[in-house]
């Protein structure tokens, strides 16, 4: 089987990078964009850093704001009809996840009505037409949704989260401006990020992973694992680093999937609302250690990657104990606890089983079953 690499058609990094904005929808000759973004960042006036270079280069639009940070079926609805009705062509995604993740979801139903019930997008659903075309402008170093084929949906009847892989979502342009990361509050800093690294290393350790996706993610844990500290801080340096890392993460995980850290956070994000980044940062060493005996070599790499010294003299049981430790000191220096006290004893069967049905878990390197899932739960207890 051949391996695929699918990335934007174009990027632009670094400060400055949304002046490009107005370039591009010119250049395409897109004539109104339905501008998505989440009532804080419009309420804060980050989405007005976009929004003022398309009134300065009198670029029609109109702004979408009935996003939730774990975007519902409701809400990518409401988005199809608001679109329907703007007369816009093209669609701006300003914001993390949750914004990026709706206008996938609205963008892919425009092009494919079909898909308007929303759930029958899950999985990898076989729709025909390339969604409206997609500028993505991420305000968090974290998710990559940027540069992905996945989005992920909550259905509130069902309690439970659904991932979409399509490759027809991808954006067509990612601007990835550490300007417009600045103002990110330390706590959301420190998730997103955490969100980066597990993305890196699931990427890095997955079924499907190959040579060209690990050189994304040894070269993503790196520049995370230096930087993420710098980002909470709100250095310069940091910033920087960090939208960079993520999206190299971002790079390589959307081409050969993740794992249970993943499929375990999208469960804990729907039934506790748990941030996913904090979800993920707490299930990372926890997965880690369970699937230590399946990664080879690979834990020498990641601890290297992560700045520990003389790897090359460990045995095999140090370095993965080392790569594990790594990432629970870098987790608790940014702020992130490692225990859950939501979680109850009752809960632990619909947890293990909707963790188990969600599209993450079979990119696992060890193969897993409800019962070691509800283990590995019971460890955040």
Not at 25 to 36: D, Y
Request: one cysteine or more; charged letters at 25%.
């Amino acid at each position: 089987m051949a391996n695929r690499i699918m990335l934007n058609q174009t990027s632009y990094h670094g400060s400055g990078a949304i002046e490009e904005i107005a370039n591009e929808a010119k250049a395409h000759g897109f004539q109104k964009a339905f501008v998505c973004s989440d009532p804080d960042l419009i309420k804060f006036k980050v989405a007005s850093k976009v929004t003022d270079i398309l009134d300065r280069e009198h670029l029609a639009y109109q702004i979408y704001s009935d996003i939730k940070a774990n975007p519902t079926i409701q809400n990518v609805q409401h988005g199809v009809q608001a679109f329907k009705d703007s007369g816009a062509d093209y669609i701006i995604a300003i914001g993390g996840g949750s914004s990026m993740d709706t206008a996938k979801a609205i963008g892919v139903i425009i092009a494919n009505p079909e898909f308007e019930d929303v759930r029958s997008l899950e999985g990898v659903a076989p729709t025909k037409n390339p969604c409206v075309p997609i500028i993505a402008v991420p305000t968090t170093a974290g998710t990559a949704a940027e540069v992905t084929i996945n989005y992920v949906i909550t259905d509130v009847e069902k309690k439970r989260k659904f991932v979409c892989v399509d490759p027809h979502d991808m954006p067509i342009i990612a601007i990835v401006d550490p300007d417009m990361m600045s103002s990110m509050p330390k706590g959301l800093t420190a998730s997103t990020g955490m969100d980066a690294l597990t993305h890196a290393i699931e990427g890095y350790t997955t079924k499907a992973a190959w040579e060209m996706t690990d050189m994304f993610h040894l070269k993503a844990i790196e520049i995370i694992s230096r930087s993420l500290r710098g980002a909470v801080a709100n250095t310069k340096e940091g910033r920087e680093g960090m939208a960079l890392g993520q999206y190299v993460a971002g790079m390589g995980f959307s081409n050969v999937g993740l794992g249970i850290a993943h499929s375990m956070a999208h469960t804990l994000g729907a039934v506790y609302d748990t941030p996913h980044g904090v979800a993920c940062a707490m299930m990372l060493p926890i997965v880690m250690e369970y699937n230590a005996e399946c990664t080879g070599e690979k834990y020498r790499e990641i601890a290297r990657a992560m700045g520990v010294q003389g790897v090359d003299n460990m045995s095999q049981e140090e370095y993965r104990k080392a790569a594990v430790e790594a990432v629970r000191k870098l987790s608790a220096d940014v702020g992130i606890p490692d225990k859950l006290e939501a979680i109850k004893e009752e809960d632990l069967p619909f947890l293990a089983e909707s963790a188990f049905a969600d599209a993450c878990r079979p990119g696992n390197p060890k193969d897993t079953n409800v019962e070691d899932l509800k283990d590995l739960f019971r460890k955040l207890m």
